[in-house]
């Protein structure tokens, strides 16, 4: 079962987060932009089961069941319109909850009796997923939601790149490095912000967001080594 949960979510969530620009988490209303997000809800489940569907079949079947329900649920939580940002949130995140137990259910029906190979690398690249891209998408929602906004609005992340990247190194150092490795990308992650801050106004401290980087990469790290330390 979990060598399909976890190959199902990863797909899942690179196509919701990484794949899906942020500015257009809710803004789907434009045929074209929900096309192509479910094209890409297609080509990667294809890429994630590979040729296991070919000798096996009825994972079409399974491919299908998931499109099917991430189009539905998209077109009937997100695309309506919203009166402000809560409603927003609360669609946003009744539409994760919901996938993702059918994910579940999906992984439980589908993998009776049958094996798929690995499960750690999917694993893994959920985590990072997570660490790198869905924890300050959450971080944004929740503090709109808080404060009650008219909408949500559009996310664009202060310094993006270079926010990406410190919880990108915080994540692979931790999870994969040998000590100068870890020391390495902690460092230089601090560097970066500390940089900013000093050179910036009004740079926000991501201290949830690299939490969760850090949380994520040991949790990792111990899937690898058996192992923190």
């Known amino acids: 079962m979990q060598a399909i949960f976890w190959r199902l979510l990863a797909a899942h969530l690179f196509v919701d987060f990484p794949l899906r620009n942020h500015g257009q988490l809710y803004n789907i209303n434009e045929g074209k932009k929900f096309f192509l997000h479910i094209v890409f809800v297609i080509l990667l489940n294809l890429a994630v089961f590979g040729e296991a569907a070919f000798y096996r079949p009825v994972l079409f079947l399974m491919i299908f069941l998931v499109v ?52 750690l690398p999917f694993l893994q690249f959920s985590l990072a997923i997570i660490a790198i891209w869905v924890a300050p998408t959450i971080v944004h929602i929740v503090k709109k939601m808080k404060a ?14 270079l926010a990406v990247l410190e919880r990108a190194l915080l994540f692979v150092a931790i999870s994969f490095g040998k000590t100068t490795f870890l020391i390495a990308g902690v460092v230089i992650a601090v560097i970066i912000r500390g940089l900013l801050i000093l050179n910036e106004e009004n740079v926000p401290k991501p201290i949830v967001e690299w939490a969760v980087a850090i949380a994520a990469g040991l949790l990792s790290r111990y899937l690898i080594f058996g192992k923190i330390f």
């Open 148 to 161: 009650n906004a008219p909408e949500i609005g559009l996310f664009e992340e202060p310094f993006g790149k």
């Open 68 to 119: 099917f329900a991430h189009a539905v649920l998209d077109i009937v939580l997100l695309r309506k319109p919203k009166d402000n940002a809560r409603s927003e949130g609360m669609s946003f995140f009744l539409f994760q909850f919901i996938m993702i137990a059918f994910l579940i259910v999906l992984a439980w029906i589908f993998s009776r009796g049958r094996r798929y190979g690995y499960t």
